[in-house]
C-alpha cells in the first residue's frame, strides 16, 4: 500500500480493538482525533464499487469516509454502527410477521436505490443485518459488492455465503439485482418460525426461486408486490368482522319481527240457530280451527334461520383440444359473443385480477374492453388467497383465448399449493395469441380445483377480457 496512505490512516485515526481478522482481511475498531469511532478495512482484494457507494449515500448502508486501492489492497473507512446482527437477536426467538414484514419492506427499498447506482450487495444475510437502538436496519459488508455487468456471461469472482447465495453466484451465471433478492428471499425465511406459512410465504418463494426468471425481476417489482400484500392482509379481518356484525344483525332482526294470523272478528260470525248441529267437543274444535297448512301465514320466527344457498351457475372452461399453432382463415371476421355473466365465488379461492397496477371490479359486467396496443403493452396478474380453512393442493390455471374466427388456443401454468390464508399472485402473459389481421380476441382466466376437493371440479371465471380494434 502507498506510504502516503499509510501515514494518512496513522496519524488520522487510533486504532481501539481488532473486529476480525482472516487470511484476505483485517478489520480494526478505530476512532479519529475528534473522538468519532469508524471502521478501518484492509482488504487484500480490489475493484470493489466504493466511488459509487461514497456518491449513493444510501440509508441503508454504512457511510464512506475514505478509501483508497494500491498494490491488490484496498482500504476503507467507514461509519461504525452501534447494532447487533439479527442472526444474534433471533436466536432464541424468531421475527414476527409483522416484523419480517416491515425488514423485507426497508430492504426492498434499500436495495432500489442501490440497484439503480448499479450496486449488487451479494452477501445478504442475518449477520450482515445490523439493528440499531432506535429500530433500524442497516446493511453492512461490501466485501462481495461489484458493479452490474450486462455483457458478462458469468462473475469472475465467485463470492457469497452458502444457503444465502444463489445458484448464478457460484458460476453458473450472471449475477444481477435477482441475485440479491434472492439472498433477501433466503434472509427473511432464515428469520421466521421454520413453520411459517402466513401471507409473506409466496413472496419469499418467488424471491428464492432457482430460476432467476421466476423472481421478482426488481427490487421495485418486490416492494410493489408486498405493499399489495399488506394492503390486502390488513383490509381481511376487518372486512370479515363487519360482514359477521352484519348478519348477526340481520338475524336478529328477522327473528325478532313477528307477522299475526289474521282472526275473523266477532262481529263477522254467524249466530248459531236451533237448525245447527250441536257444537264439537274442545279438542275437535281445536282442530276444526286450524287452517289448512297449504294457506298458513306462518310467523318469521317459525321460519328456518338460515336462508337455503343457491348454487352457483356452472361456468364452463373453454376446450384444450386445440392445437398451439394456429392458422386463421380468410372469411369474414364473426363478432365475438357476450360472454356469460361470472360465476358466483363458492368461499375456496379469493381471486382480484389487476390490470396494469389497477384492481378491477369482479362484479363488472360487460368486461373491460382494451385495444390491441393496450394488450400488447400492459400487464396482469391474478391475486388468488385461499379462502378456505383446508390446505389446497397445486391446481391448474389455465389461459385460454379465442379469436372472431372462432379458433381458440389454451396454455396452462399451475397454481402452488395454498395453505389456508395463504396469497400468491400468478403472471398473466400479454400479447400472447393475438395474429395480424385480426379484429378481435377474448382473454379468459380459469383456475380448476382437483376432484379431491370437490365432488365436480371447481372452475373459477377469473378474467374476461374484450380486445377489439378502435371503431
Known sequence: MNSA???????????????RQTEKS?????????????????????????????????????????????????????????????????????????????????????????????????DIKPSNLLKEKSGQIRLIDFDAARLIKDEADKDT?????????????????QTDARSDL???????????????????????RKCAAVDPK??????????????????????????????????????????????????????????TTESQPPAAPASDAKEAEQPP??????????APEKAPSIAPAEVLPPTTAEAPDITFPAERPAEIPSPAAPAV????????????GQALDPTAYPPPKISPNEWLTGSAFLHVENDSNTALPP?????????????????????????????????IPCGTAFPEGTEGLAIWVQIRLPKTILPQTENYQCLHLDVAQAK
Not at 5 to 19: A, D, F, N, P, W
Not at 27 to 51: E, Y
Request: aromatic share 8%.
Open 5 to 19: 496512505v499509510l501515514v494518512y490512516l496513522e496519524t488520522t485515526y487510533t486504532k481501539i480493538r481488532l473486529l
Open 26 to 122: 483485517t478489520i480494526w475498531l478505530a476512532a479519529d482525533r475528534a473522538g468519532q469511532l469508524a471502521v478501518l478495512k484492509r482488504l487484500a482484494l480490489t475493484g470493489l464499487p466504493l466511488k459509487e457507494l461514497q456518491e449513493a449515500n444510501c440509508p441503508l448502508c454504512p457511510q464512506i469516509y475514505y478509501y483508497a486501492e494500491d498494490e491488490g489492497e484496498t482500504i476503507i473507512v467507514e461509519e461504525h454502527i452501534a447494532g447487533k446482527p439479527l442472526d444474534q437477536l433471533t436466536a432464541d426467538q424468531k421475527l414476527t410477521e409483522k416484523e419480517a414484514a416491515d425488514l423485507l419492506l426497508a430492504l426492498s427499498q434499500g436495495l432500489m436505490l442501490l440497484h439503480s447506482r448499479g450496486i449488487l450487495h451479494r
Open 157 to 173: 469472482t465467485l463470492l457469497g455465503t452458502r444457503g444465502y447465495a444463489p445458484p448464478e453466484q457460484y458460476g453458473y451465471g
Open 182 to 204: 434472492y439472498a433477501l428471499g433466503m434472509t427473511i425465511k432464515r428469520l421466521l418460525p421454520a413453520d411459517y406459512s402466513g401471507f409473506l410465504t409466496p413472496i419469499i
Open 214 to 271: 421466476e423472481r421478482y425481476q426488481s427490487a421495485p417489482e418486490l416492494a410493489q408486490a408486498l405493499k399489495r400484500h399488506l394492503f390486502f392482509h390488513k383490509i381481511k379481518r376487518p372486512l370479515l368482522a363487519a360482514l359477521t356484525l352484519a348478519l348477526l344483525l340481520f338475524f336478529a332482526l328477522s327473528s325478532s319481527k313477528q307477522i299475526p294470523v289474521q282472526q275473523e272478528s266477532a262481529a263477522e260470525t254467524p249466530a
Open 293 to 302: 297448512q297449504d294457506d298458513a301465514t306462518v310467523p318469521l320466527s317459525a
Open 345 to 356: 365465488p363458492t368461499g375456496i379461492l379469493r381471486t382480484t385480477l389487476f390490470w396494469n
Open 395 to 427: 391446481s391448474t390455471v389455465t389461459f385460454a383465448y379465442a379469436n372472431n374466427y372462432g379458433k381458440k388456443l389454451n396454455t396452462e401454468t399451475l397454481l402452488p399449493a395454498l395453505s389456508p390464508g395463504e396469497t400468491t399472485d400468478i403472471p
